[in-house]
Structure formats: structure tokens, C-alpha cells
């Protein structure tokens, strides 16, 4: 049977609970017989609704019901010695345990909670998603084998989350031959060739052109996956700053400087910071990128920091309709209670370095810290997140951003709290921070017109990219 796109990715695993919930039923079946049988036959004359039936003491009666009185020897099927009920016992526990897995591998798999956005619609059924689907179905990206650099894979199942084809996408990659760091400097030489080998995306959608993100990348190491991401998630429209570490090797800087001169919007900070990890010198590189951005180009919407060790699950097409969605809002994790410890911030934190000056740490000692200023309290979160323009505004120039900024230089990992202290405006009220999270009630959201839908298809961007 034929199945398109978005049938067979919301049939599929409907197809395995079912299965999967048979066998659940039928082993608990089993043990629930096994414990109301006795360890021997006891059969007795019954004279239910005057049919003479022979029934099994301690058996269920509508079970014993069926067991004609000419067959005395039914009873001896549905009784059991001990060595059984233990061993059907034993069958039960190991099927819960299978079902339980195979339900969280089912639901956990990646691209079956995927996102996918329905304009006008706040709570979609999957009859609904389905639908959607089969409208951009036909808007999915032209998979052509002969414009892609691994040509052995299908493309068409991995967007369809195939697991069979993932996995061996997987062993494909395995078998690449890793590009080294001197073959990428023989590439940038020529940009143009560079640019097309590696299939950089240099046209947008209209969409994408209007609305421009800016992205810093911190990194201290290997270039050949700095140029990976940077490849992922480049668009003309977008800008990008790499902060290397000032520590790094020579080799890295010049490597790093040789790719970002194929790029009018990349570039390198014009500030670098020795980093040491949870020093200020980690958030402080992020601030330093900020203030490039601001002063390059304001024309950019939001701001996303990274790691050069990450690889993006959205397209950029995707990511604009979700940042649209925003509406101006951060999306900074806050974490407020027990679980901000707040050993971080109560005492000062320094830098040591090792005795051969070669590594270096962070160290508390015993001097308490004076409370945050502008009577602000502190929450933890994550060192990234994504900020609106106006936020960035905000941190770098409002004086109680840099009060308080100026105040975190010698607490313990400052980048986990600076952003989610500025955003949480519940607690924070005063600060009236652009984009804040001030935990409004879902009564408050019920005029977005747009939402996220968690089901078994990923969404399919209506720009022409790749895949």
C-alpha cells in the first residue's frame, strides 16, 4: 500500500502501541489467571441458571461458565502448580518492563515530538496536523541526488524520520573520511570555490530576508566543526561573530581568520577574552559580541549565543516562523527556589592558576558578597538563550544591567545568572526588562494566533531548501 509523506509517519507508530499494548494485555491476562487459580483441580457441581456445568472452585464464573459438565478434565487446563504462577509472574514483570521501554522509545525518538505550526489554530487534533500535512507535503524540498554531497542516503525517508535509514545514514557518516584542518585551508583559499563545494545556502525566501537573526559563536578549538556549524546555520541576511578563544593556539586564529574572509557578514570580535570556565571572562565574551553586533548592524531581530559544539535542529526558515511567534519575548530559561545555589553568589569567587601556569580554575573563598544592587533578585538559568534586539539594548546600556553586570565579576558562573536574572520580571519587577518573562496565565495567550503542535511529522518549511 502506498502511503505518502505524512500518512506513514502518523500511522507508523500507531501500528507498534498497538502491538505493543496486545501483548501488555495479554500477559497481564495471564498472571491475573494465575493468581486466581488454585494449585490443584477442585471441581464441584454447579447449578447455575439450572445447567448442569462443572464449576472450579476460586475460578471466575463467567470463565467456569463455559465448561460443559461432560468435561470434567477443563478444569485440570486452568489450574497450575506454583513453579508456574512464579514463571508466569516472572513473564508479567518482563513484559511491563518491554512495554514501558518500547513506549518510551516510541515517544522519544527523535522526530516523533517534532513541532509543527498551524496559523489560526491554537489546539490542533492530529486529524488537523494531518491535514496540515498533506497541504505542504507537496512544498517539501527537491531532494535532487546529483546536488547533495552524500548521494548513497534517502533523502525523502530521513525527512520521513525513518529509523532504518537513519541508522544507516549514521554508518554512512562513519565511513566519511573526516575533512582535516589543512584540507579546509586549501578550500578557503578560493571562497567562491569554497562556498560551492560546500553547498552554502546563499539565497533566502523573502520571508527569511526580512527578518534577520545574529548569532555569536564561542569557540577554543577545532575549526573543522566551527566551519560545520557555521555552514548549517549561514544566511546571507544573518550576522555572525566568533569569539576564539585567546588562549588557543596561533594555528586557530589564523585558520578561524582565513574562513571569515569569505564572509561579508562574518566576523571575529574585536575583543578577545582569555577564557577560564565559570569565570566572568565566559559571559563576558558574549557581551563583547553583543556590542559588535549592535555597532556593525542593527538591523537584526534576535540574537542567539552558541557553542562551537553544537549542530542546529531547525532550518532557518523554521526558526524565523518560531522567533515570529515570540512576538519581541526572550526564551531564557529562570530557575528560582533551592536549586539556584546560592553558594555561587553569596561568596567572592577568584582565578587560580596551577603551579606550572599551564591550566587555570575558579575558587571560592570565604568573603561573603554584598547584596545585588537595585534590591534585585537573583535567578539561574541556562548561558544561552535567545534575546530579542531590545534586550541586548538593555543589557548593554541600562545602568542597572551594568550594576549588576559589574557586580557578578567575581561570582561563580555569572553567565547562568545574568541573563535569567535580567528576564525573570516576576520576581524582578522593577526592572521592566523588554521581552521578560513576567508569568502571565494561559488566559493571556489566548489571542496568539499561532502555536506549537507536538506530533510525529517535523514541520516542513515553505521556503525551497535543501534538504
Same mark, same amino acid.
Given at each position: 500500500m502506498?502511503?505518502n509523506?505524512s500518512q506513514s ?6 501500528? *507498534?502501541l498497538s502491538i *505493543?499494548l ?13 493468581l486466581?487459580l488454585?494449585?490443584a ?9 439450572h ?5 472450579? %472452585?476460586?475460578?471466575? @464464573?463467567?470463565l467456569? $461458565?463455559?465448561?460443559?459438565?461432560s468435561?470434567p478434565?477443563f478444569c485440570e ?5 506454583r513453579?508456574?504462577?512464579r514463571?508466569v509472574i516472572?513473564?508479567f514483570?518482563?513484559?511491563? /518492563?518491554g512495554?514501558s521501554? &518500547?513506549?518510551?522509545k516510541? *515517544?522519544t525518538?527523535?522526530?516523533m515530538i517534532?513541532?509543527?505550526?498551524i496559523?489560526g ?6 486529524k ?6 498533506r ?7 527537491? /531532494? +535532487?541526488p546529483?546536488?547533495? #554531497?552524500?548521494k548513497?542516503v ?5 525527512l ?9 545514514a549514521?554508518n554512512v557518516?562513519?565511513?566519511? %573520511?573526516p575533512?582535516?584542518?589543512?584540507e579546509?585551508?586549501r578550500q578557503?583559499?578560493?571562497?567562491n ?5 560546500q553547498?552554502y ?6 520571508e527569511e530576508?526580512k527578518f534577520p ?5 564561542l569557540?577554543?578549538?577545532d575549526?573543522v ?7 548549517a546555520i549561514y544566511?546571507?541576511q ?5 569569539h #576564539? +578563544?585567546?588562549?588557543a593556539p ?10 571569515v ?6 566576523f ?9 570556565y565559570s569565570s566572568?571572562s565566559r559571559l563576558?565574551?558574549?557581551i563583547?559580541c553583543?556590542? +559588535? ?9 534576535y $540574537?542567539?549565543?552558541l ?5 542546529p ?9 518560531i522567533?515570529?511567534?515570540y512576538?519581541?519575548?526572550?526564551? #531564557?530559561?529562570g ?5 539556584i ?11 587560580? @592558576?596551577?603551579? !606550572?601556569?599551564e591550566?587555570?580554575?575558579i575558587?571560592r573563598?570565604s %568573603?561573603r558578597k554584598?547584596?545585588?544592587p537595585h !534590591? ?5 538559568g541556562?548561558a544561552y ?6 534586550f541586548?539594548q538593555?543589557a ?5 544591567a551594568?550594576d ?6 567575581d561570582?561563580?558562573?555569572? +553567565?547562568?545568572y545574568?541573563w535569567?536574572t535580567?528576564n525573570?520580571l516576576? #520576581?524582578n519587577m522593577?526592572l521592566?526588562?523588554?521581552g521578560g518573562?513576567?508569568?502571565?496565565s ?7 494566533? !499561532?502555536?506549537?503542535?507536538? @506530533?510525529? %511529522?517535523p514541520?516542513?518549511?515553505? &521556503?525551497?531548501e535543501r534538504?
Amino acid at each position: 500500500m502506498n502511503l505518502n509523506l505524512s500518512q506513514s509517519a502518523l500511522i507508523q507508530p500507531n501500528i *507498534y502501541l498497538s502491538i *505493543y499494548l496486545s501483548i501488555y494485555l495479554s500477559i497481564y491476562l495471564s498472571i491475573y489467571l494465575s493468581l486466581r487459580l488454585p494449585e490443584a483441580p477442585i471441581c464441584t457441581l454447579d447449578s447455575f441458571s439450572h445447567l448442569p456445568i462443572m464449576r472450579c %472452585k476460586h475460578l471466575p @464464573w463467567h470463565l467456569s $461458565f463455559f465448561l460443559y459438565h461432560s468435561s470434567p478434565y477443563f478444569c485440570e487446563m486452568f489450574s497450575m502448580s506454583r513453579k508456574l504462577k512464579r514463571l508466569v509472574i516472572v513473564f508479567f514483570l518482563a513484559g511491563i /518492563c518491554g512495554f514501558s521501554y &518500547s513506549f518510551f522509545k516510541l *515517544y522519544t525518538f527523535p522526530g516523533m515530538i517534532l513541532h509543527a505550526a498551524i496559523p489560526g489554530n491554537q489546539f490542533a487534533t492530529p486529524k488537523e496536523v494531518l491535514a496540515e500535512a498533506r497541504t505542504t507535503e507537496s512544498m517539501l524540498p527537491h /531532494c +535532487d541526488p546529483n546536488d547533495r #554531497i552524500v548521494k548513497s542516503v534517502n533523502c525523502k525517508a530521513i525527512l520521513n524520520m525513518n529509523e532504518t535509514e537513519l541508522i544507516r545514514a549514521l554508518n554512512v557518516m562513519k565511513q566519511m %573520511k573526516p575533512t582535516s584542518e589543512k584540507e579546509l585551508l586549501r578550500q578557503v583559499a578560493n571562497c567562491n570555490e569554497f562556498k560551492k563545494k560546500q553547498r552554502y545556502i546563499l539565497h533566502s525566501s523573502r520571508e527569511e530576508m526580512k527578518f534577520p537573526v545574529a548569532y555569536s559563536i564561542l569557540l577554543y578549538k577545532d575549526v573543522v566543526q566551527v566551519e560545520k556549524l557555521l555552514r548549517a546555520i549561514y544566511r546571507p541576511q544573518n550576522w555572525y561573530c566568533l569569539h #576564539i +578563544d585567546a588562549k588557543a593556539p596561533f594555528q586557530l586564529h589564523y585558520a578561524v581568520i582565513q574562513l571569515v574572509s569569505c564572509f561579508n557578514n562574518v566576523f571575529i570580535a574585536s575583543k578577545l577574552e582569555e577564557v577560564v570556565y565559570s569565570s566572568f571572562s565566559r559571559l563576558q565574551a558574549d557581551i563583547n559580541c553583543m556590542t +559588535d553586533l549592535i555597532s556593525r548592524n542593527g538591523s537584526w531581530k534576535y $540574537f542567539i549565543n552558541l557553542p562551537s559544539q553544537v549542530y542546529p535542529l531547525k532550518t532557518n526558515a523554521e526558526l524565523v516562523k518560531i522567533l515570529k511567534i515570540y512576538n519581541g519575548a526572550n526564551d #531564557i530559561e529562570g530557575i528560582t527556589g533551592k536549586r539556584i545555589l546560592p553558594e555561587r553568589f553569596q561568596y567572592r569567587h577568584y582565578i587560580y @592558576w596551577s603551579r !606550572k601556569g599551564e591550566t587555570s580554575y575558579i575558587k571560592r573563598t570565604s %568573603k561573603r558578597k554584598a547584596p545585588p544592587p537595585h !534590591k534585585i533578585s537573583i535567578v539561574k538559568g541556562s548561558a544561552y538563550g535567545v534575546f530579542s534586539k531590545s534586550f541586548v539594548q538593555f543589557a548593554l546600556f541600562d545602568k542597572r544591567a551594568q550594576d549588576l553586570l559589574k557586580w557578578m565579576e567575581d561570582i561563580s558562573s555569572p +553567565d547562568e545568572y545574568f541573563w535569567a536574572t535580567l528576564n525573570h520580571l516576576k #520576581i524582578n519587577m522593577q526592572l521592566n526588562t523588554p521581552g521578560g518573562y513576567r508569568a502571565l496565565s494561559i488566559l493571556h495567550f489566548a489571542a496568539v494566533p !499561532k502555536k506549537y503542535y507536538f @506530533w510525529s %511529522k517535523p514541520f516542513v518549511p515553505k &521556503s525551497p531548501e535543501r534538504c
